[in-house]
């Protein structure tokens, strides 16, 4: 029978909430097949409130009524939507690009490599004591860059003395992007640099667990980090490798000359296989219907290569679809009551569970991001993907990267107004970026919001201007 007494859940030791059993399942890389998608709205269905949520690390997070018999446990590994080792299910998901080996762009397809490090990690049971937070994302120089997201260990393709190269990057801070260490990994050598990686950390848990209490947790990489530096640290991998790892300027590959262009993914895209194109579908808040689950499984069956590709930003990828017939597909999955345009309001919203979800958040941020989602669809045109994150807590569990505008629910103080959020805009000294409002009530948001949006499409500079642009000349 599945536990659940999870603080960060998976399949094997969920999490309880107010609003049902909280599920998570590792997608590596954001990859499901058509056929596993039934076997999860059919779970969905059975046991849950017919609803599939996307998360901000392409997994996918269901709530049941009650917890999942070991018999579901077991089908869900037999078509591996879980791993076939429970005791490291709970690592955290293994990212790529969603358009890995696709993008025109890109230096290097990583999907053998996530496929390798998964495989890995199900055939070596001991890294089951690593911090289920541990995290490892490959980026093989996409369009659609992943390399900003908050990660233990990032290996970025770059092009160097005529080669291709993975870059070595390690997460440093909280929430911040993995940074560049000076050191470039041959594509042949990734996995075993990643084994060795992850095997001085493993010591280095093991260690720290055996010298303190046993109920203490185990500790991150970064504290690792901290309490050892990049060069000791990365000097012991170099001793279980048995060589040293070639050496880089830091100068002169931590500058990306990517053109980031914000949710490029959604809408239609011609792919690097010729005559092929993939479609971006706006996922509202990144949850699903069973219904809609299974139709976007189907179309993939149907016209595609067969399996949906999740993203970071909660949305999907179909895939492999012939040109000729992009245009069906875009009808059906308009059919399905969702759409494909990066403009349309639920394209650039993000929003935490809520307390419905999370014993941590003060402010149901689920329904006040529908209602948001709502005005702007009825009353505002956007021209540009415009952020908005709802953020029940100071956690940002939703989203890691800043936003255009973040409104962070705190402990209200006021009885008349029992759920406030504080309001940040831009860029500012804080993660979320400049406060607008200490605290503002969570009934007036829609008000707050559509004065906003005004002011910035009537005073801007011209079309082109951007909201954050127009916020921080402004404040």
């Not at 992850?198 to 947790?217: F, G, I, P, S």
Request: hydrophobic share 35%.
């Amino acid at each position: 029978m599945q536990s659940t007494t999870a603080i960060c859940p998976s399949l094997f030791n969920a999490t309880s909430a107010e609003d049902g059993i909280l599920s998570r399942m590792r997608l590596p890389a954001g990859l499901i097949t058509s056929v596993q998608c039934e076997v999860v709205a059919n779970i969905a269905n059975q046991f849950g409130n017919g609803e599939i949520q996307i998360t901000n690390r392409a997994n996918l997070q269901i709530r049941t009524s009650q917890a999942l018999s070991f018999e579901t446990l077991l089908d869900l590994q037999d078509y591996r939507l879980a791993s076939s080792e429970a005791n490291t299910d709970g690592l955290r998901n293994i990212m790529a690009s969603p358009t890995a080996g696709i993008d025109p762009h890109a230096l290097i397809n990583t999907i053998p490599f996530v496929k390798q490090w998964n495989f890995y990690l199900a055939n070596h049971p001991e890294l089951e004591i690593l911090s289920h937070k541990f995290s490892v994302c490959f980026d093989g120089g996409e369009t659609i860059s992943i390399s900003d997201r908050p990660n233990d260990i990032c290996f970025v393709a770059v092009e160097f003395d005529h080669e291709i190269y993975f870059e070595l990057r390690l997460g440093r801070d909280h929430g911040d992007a993995p940074s560049a260490v000076g050191r470039l990994v041959y594509p042949q050598q990734t996995l075993e640099v990643l084994a060795a990686l992850a095997e001085v950390y493993r010591e280095y848990t093991e260690q720290k667990l055996n010298t303190t209490n046993h109920c203490a947790r185990p500790p991150r990489l970064r504290e690792l980090i901290g309490a050892w530096g990049v060069d000791r640290y990365l000097q012991l991998v170099e001793a279980k490798l048995g060589y040293s790892l070639r050496r880089s300027s830091l100068e002169l590959l931590s500058q990306e000359n990517r053109i980031r262009i914000a949710y490029h993914h959604l809408g239609i895209h011609s792919q690097r296989q010729l005559g092929l194109a993939y479609i971006g579908v706006v996922i509202p808040l990144g949850r699903l219907t069973v219904l809609q689950f299974q139709g976007l499984g189907d179309l993939a069956r149907q016209y595609g290569g067969g399996a949906l590709r999740l993203t970071p930003w909660q949305n999907v990828l179909i895939t492999d679809i012939a040109e000729a017939q992009v245009e069906q597909v875009t009808r059906e999955i308009n059919d399905l009551g969702l759409n494909i345009s990066a403009n349309h309001p639920y394209a650039a919203i993000a929003a935490c569970s809520g307390y419905h979800g999370c014993k941590s958040a003060h402010t149901d941020t689920q329904s006040d991001a529908k209602q948001v989602a709502a005005y702007l669809e009825n009353c505002i045109k956007l021209e540009q993907p415009i952020n908005i994150h709802f953020s029940g807590c100071d956690k940002s569990c939703a989203q890691h990267h800043p936003s255009d505008i973040a409104l962070v629910g705190i402990q209200s103080r006021d009885s008349n107004h029992p759920e406030v959020y504080r309001v940040y805009v831009g860029d500012g000294d804080t993660d979320f970026g400049k406060e607008l409002y200490s605290e503002f009530a969570a009934k007036d948001v829609t008000n707050l919001i559509d004065q906003l949006l005004k002011t910035y499409q009537n005073q801007r500079q011209n079309s082109t201007q951007t909201f954050r642009e127009f916020v921080n000349q402004q404040l």
